[in-house]
């Protein structure tokens, strides 16, 4: 009897615990996710922005087009190998199988970079990723919309040059680049380098073991080099500890530049009045709330249906949204040419690829104010090269720049190198792009 | 660097591999021993006389580095201590100890917040919530010792360790859905850096005080377990257990208790930990890493000794802070990790019982 129970109970937890929302004739969206670990506190408000806006489009719209989206949640860990298991044991879910995945992950997304064009699935890396993988001759499956490590480290860059008076001060400069010993932190050395060589500055990356709890060495070191500027490519537990740090060895916070991914309030909350005069780039959005998230809570929330509590309308919950709007806007755009209905990830590809979200689009989904039009080819699978700076008063978040476009002179020249250097290594022939439709 | 940069630590390696050669030497059992020991003595005493040279080249920056790495030294053997507790009394690695400091870290912080929003004063919420998560690692003792030890008595020690092993995904699981994911700030101590010896070195050289406080609180932990298991009935009592679960219950040691007992001391040395970490790095989830910067603390000063623990945390926090400064910058970053378990591997070599623990002779 008690074994019974036992089991009873056993199987009730694991049904509790794990219902995905998924039937069959209903476009299938996997999420990876990371509720756990070390990278939870940026992952749980990315996650929970992903699903509240796949949730509205549900409970408002009955779908995309009236095609229900149906979703699976799958806890990566941001780990790589446990990533690739979520792709593995997802990608054939649903009537037509995945619709795009979005790995939240660079290490994962080189993983399945290798995989998507055998299987036919689109990768969405919104402001992550392989930088060169803008090239969609060579990268076809890889959709890196709205900007890439690369975009990031040349605004980053500009604003440095802005702030010393122009970039003919970079001359004899000192800049040093704090990463995640990781691909993710490894990403904009290139960038850098190149950058390093046309404006005359020295450039320094200071690595920071996984998961970066430790970080004294660095900032000792970095006490000692007095470098003018440092740029943080950091994540999770990292970005905070930086941060903290920092103030501990008294480097002056307004001189440290985050990515995208090191600028939100979980890295910034733990270090408390250390992190006054921190500031990082923005993926074209900041924090705050506006049109789609009064939709958000009329229909998700106050149903009882959403994810989003204290992280509603911070950055990364923001993130998640347009994330999920631009991949639901992918589908819509395939449905144009292959129908209402359940597409396959071949069909959402073509959608990406023809994707344009106009400043009209924008506005009437609720998202005027979070990002600028977006327009994706066979060539560019980016389609934004745009970028502001904000800065941490001690209690939010503060827009201290304009937009910056970034130089794609310098860029496109390394986007053409390397993706060449990656088809030539994996034999891949471009795809004409001339005759793409 | 001058011809005198080279000679002196030269001769200081000169020196230091003889001496270590003739410290190893009457250890050796064969030929291979002794090769690997005239091996490990000669990188030592190169690494060490590396280390010299970057000295005399910058007295004031090496000075700093070795400080801060010393002090951070001592914050892992907070951790490490926990292990040795465990490890010393029952006999079993204790792989939940990682997640043990994340436990007690969310139960104060939370609680902390919870007394301070319903405006109770600081100076009566800390305590009360020190008592509140002092009572979460009772509870967790008692629930590991009736579910998890008690019905694997007698064990062999894997069997122990693998169990642990469970009891961590339990803990961080359980923890994180009672508690909550986030990162929450904990502010118990003073984290403002201080400027040191500027008179000696210009500049000076950098301290957290925060730090300081992480060597002061190991100090006064140190001496009350070597006194707690020195001079008390139970910690004799402990050791006991230690030596043999099966005759210590037959001259009528209730183990059960002790393990009890084990448990929730290891516990209160994890909420120790995890003021001073959770003011380090705030509580999340990450802390439960410090069980894997605390293992080669522990390979290194060796799984039974309190003493070990504190100078195991000194050599990896000094070893790896150095070793990532000035052979990161020849070798390429990033080596702090693996450069713990470089030194654990060389002291497991050499003597496996690690520097300061004892060698077990079992019969076969």
Redesign the interface.
């Known amino acids: 009897m008690r074994k019974l129970l036992g089991t009873a109970v056993l199987v009730g937890l694991g049904l509790a615990t794990a219902a995905p929302v998924l039937a069959q004739g209903e476009q299938f969206i996997p999420v990876l996710s990371y509720?756990?670990?070390?990278y939870?506190?940026n992952g749980?408000p990315f996650a929970n922005g992903t699903l509240d806006y796949l949730a509205l489009l549900n409970e408002r719209d009955g779908g995309i087009n009236g095609v229900k989206i149906s979703w699976e949640e799958c806890e990566t860990g941001y780990a790589t190998d446990k990533g690739v298991e979520c792709y593995e044991r997802l990608k054939g879910k649903g009537a037509t199988g995945a619709a795009y995945v979005s790995p939240l992950s660079t290490g994962i997304t080189f993983a399945l970079t290798e995989k998507a064009p055998g299987d036919k699935i689109p990768l969405l890396t919104l402001g992550y990723g392989r930088s060169e993988s803008r090239n969609g001759a060579v990268f076809p499956w890889n959709f890196i919309a709205m900007g890439s490590y690369w975009t990031g480290a040349d605004v980053a860059i500009q604003h440095v040059a802005k702030e010393m008076g122009g970039f003919d001060k970079l001359k004899g400069k000192k800049i040093s680049l704090v990463y995640h010993?990781s691909p993710y932190g490894k990403e904009p050395i290139p960038a850098l380098e190149a950058f390093a060589k046309k404006y005359g500055y020295t450039f320094k990356?200071?690595?920071?073991?996984?998961?970066?709890?430790?970080q004294?060495?660095?900032w000792?070191?970095i006490?000692?080099d007095r470098p003018d500027y440092v740029l943080l490519w950091g994540w999770?537990?990292m970005n905070?500890?930086s941060i903290?740090e920092a103030?501990?060895?008294?480097y002056p916070r307004d001189k440290m530049i985050g990515i995208w991914w090191s600028g939100a309030e979980?890295d910034v909350?733990?270090a408390?009045d250390?992190a006054i005069g921190y500031k990082a780039l923005m993926l074209q959005h900041g924090p705050g709330q506006f049109g789609v998230h009064a939709e958000i809570k009329k229909n998700v929330i106050d149903k009882g249906k959403g994810h989003g509590k204290e992280d509603f309308g911070q950055v990364l919950y923001n993130r998640g949204l347009i994330n999920s709007f631009i991949g639901t806007e992918a589908i819509r755009t395939a449905q144009a040419k292959f129908g209402k209905k359940p597409l396959s990830g071949e069909d959402v590809r073509w959608g990406f690829e023809n994707l344009n979200i106009t400043e009209a689009r924008i506005k009437e989904a609720g998202f005027e104010g979070m990002m600028k039009p977006l327009k994706l080819s066979c060539t560019d699978h980016q389609g934004a090269d745009l970028a502001r700076v904000q800065q941490w008063d001690g209690k939010e978040w503060k827009v201290i720049s304009d937009w910056y476009t970034a130089d794609r002179a310098v860029l496109d020249a390394l986007v053409a190198e390397q993706s060449a250097k990656y088809a030539a290594e994996k034999k891949i022939t471009p795809v004409d792009c001339s005759k793409a439709g | 660097m001058t011809a005198l940069n080279f000679a002196i630590p030269g001769g200081i390696g000169a020196i230091l591999a003889g001496l270590m050669f003739a410290l190893l030497k009457g250890d050796r059992k064969s030929a291979v021993d002794m090769v690997v020991h005239v091996f490990l003595a000669v990188v030592m005493a190169i690494f060490i006389a590396f280390l010299a040279a970057k000295a005399i080249e910058?007295p004031g920056?090496f000075t700093?580095?070795l400080v801060?790495?010393l002090l951070?030294g001592v914050l892992y053997s907070l951790v490490a201590l926990g292990f040795v507790l465990i490890f010393k009394a029952s006999g079993v690695f204790n792989y939940a100890q990682g997640a043990m400091v994340l436990v007690a870290g969310l139960a104060l912080v939370r609680s902390l917040d919870f007394l301070t929003a319903k405006g109770v004063a600081t100076i009566a919420a800390v305590p009360l919530a020190i008592l509140f998560s002092g009572a979460v690692m009772a509870l967790c003792a008692f629930v590991i010792e009736k579910w998890v030890l008690r019905p694997l008595l007698n064990q062999d020690g894997l069997t122990l360790f693998m169990s642990t092993i469970g009891a961590t995904f339990v803990l961080?699981?359980l923890a994180?859905m009672i508690f909550g994911?986030?990162?929450y700030?904990l502010?118990l101590f003073p984290?403002d850096?201080m400027i040191l010896l500027e008179n000696v070195f210009p500049g000076g050289i950098?301290v957290?005080k925060l730090d300081v406080w992480g060597g002061v609180i190991a100090g006064v932990l140190v001496a009350t377990l070597a006194a707690f298991f020195q001079y008390t009935k139970t910690g004799r009592a402990l050791r006991a257990v230690a030596d043999d679960h099966a005759a210590a219950q037959s001259v009528g040691i209730p183990i059960s208790w002790i393990w009890f007992i084990v448990w929730l001391v290891a516990g209160i040395v994890a909420l120790v930990a995890a003021t001073v970490w959770g003011t380090?790095?705030?509580v999340?989830?990450?802390?439960t890493?410090?069980a894997l910067?605390a293992l080669p603390v522990l390979i290194i000063g060796g799984f039974t000794s309190v003493p070990g623990a504190i100078a195991g945390g000194l050599i990896v926090g000094a070893g790896?802070?150095?070793a990532?400064?000035y052979l990161?910058e020849i070798i390429?970053?990033?080596i702090?990790?693996w450069f713990a378990y470089v030194l654990a591997l060389a002291v497991l070599l050499v003597r496996p019982q690690g520097l300061f623990g004892e060698k077990i002779i079992e019969r076969i």
Request: hydrophobic share 30%; proline share 8%.
């Open positions: 509720r756990t670990g070390a939870a506190v749980v010993d990356g200071i690595p920071v073991t996984h998961p970066g709890v430790e004294k060495s660095q000792l070191s006490r000692q999770g537990v905070g500890t903290k103030a501990a060895v008294a979980p909350t733990p408390g250390g | 910058n920056g700093e580095i801060g790495g951070s961080e699981g994180q994911s986030g990162v700030p502010k984290t850096p950098l957290n380090k790095l705030g999340q989830f990450s802390i890493f410090l910067k790896e802070k150095l990532e400064l990161g390429g970053g990033g702090e990790y």
